[in-house]
């Protein structure tokens, strides 16, 4: 019976897997007159303007406003674009809020995705638990902090813990790869926390469970570990201090050199 019921939890996956890499059957079927942005779109028989759900790209005049456009137009015009609507219709605006779906070599590509992966959006989600593709759109975004790519790309070289902290500002909601020795782990609810050693302002990794399994750690091989980790510096409440969310094992790695 366990391995019955193993197999129809594996199947179910691959089941939403599937269904969840590909348009619904009511997406409607567009086409696109003119790109706006990187995240917004004039339709060419309605007229109407369509702003990407779950993203934000750079405004006019930012760096990588014309990178972003030109991902979008290159993604999207001149092909038949699935919109797929969510919950909220329109915004204040008047606009379309949608998931644009196109099918590339084959294969199905969802927009509002590809746009994060290339690195020329950011995550724009206010209510995670309600967004579809939440957790596929965080995967996105790491893994183009993870390799640098466009708007991450200020800071390219590891640094260590005490450059950063020099100048946390400076870092701040930027993609930066931190080398650090590890001072202890605690176990919480949420995850693993990972504690730098030496740290002015109680720098800490944040490991979501799931990755702490597939890397296989403990924290007794941890402890006084010299790590090197790249991601998304944040830093909201001040006396937690400055953290990194460790979301996808390719984040996780050892100084070299």
Do not use: C
Request: avoid cysteine; hydrophobic fraction near 40%; charged fraction near 25%.
């Amino acid at each position: 019976m366990r391995g019955k019921a193993y197999l129809v939890t594996i199947v179910s996956l691959l089941v939403t897997a599937f269904s969840l890499a590909q348009p619904p059957e009511d997406a409607q079927i567009v086409r696109i007159a003119r790109v706006v942005d990187g995240d917004t779109a004039l339709l060419l028989r309605t007229h109407e303007y369509v702003r990407y759900l779950g993203i934000n790209t750079p405004e006019a005049g930012e760096p990588y406003y014309s990178v972003a456009t030109k991902v979008n137009r290159d993604l999207v015009l001149r092909r038949d674009v699935y919109l797929e609507f969510g919950p909220q219709r329109r915004d204040g605006y008047g606009r379309l809020l949608a998931y644009l779906w196109v099918r590339q070599d084959g294969e199905w590509i969802l927009v509002n995705e590809e746009l994060l992966r290339r690195g020329v959006a950011r995550l724009y989600v206010l209510w995670p638990k309600e967004e579809k593709y939440y957790d596929r759109f965080r995967r996105a975004v790491t893994l183009a902090q993870v390799e640098k790519r466009a708007l991450w790309s200020k800071f390219k070289d590891p640094l260590p813990l005490a450059a950063i902290e020099a100048a946390p500002v400076l870092y701040l909601t930027e993609a930066v790869t931190v080398n650090f020795t590890v001072d202890r782990v605690e176990e919480r609810e949420d995850g693993w926390y990972v504690y730098a050693s030496g740290s002015r302002f109680g720098f800490h990794l944040l490991v979501r469970p799931q990755v702490w399994e597939e890397l296989d750690l403990s924290p007794q091989g941890l402890v006084g570990r010299e790590l090197q980790v790249t991601g998304e510096l944040r830093w909201e409440r001040l006396e937690d201090g400055p953290y990194m969310e460790v979301l996808i094992p390719e984040q996780w790695g050892i100084p070299t050199g």
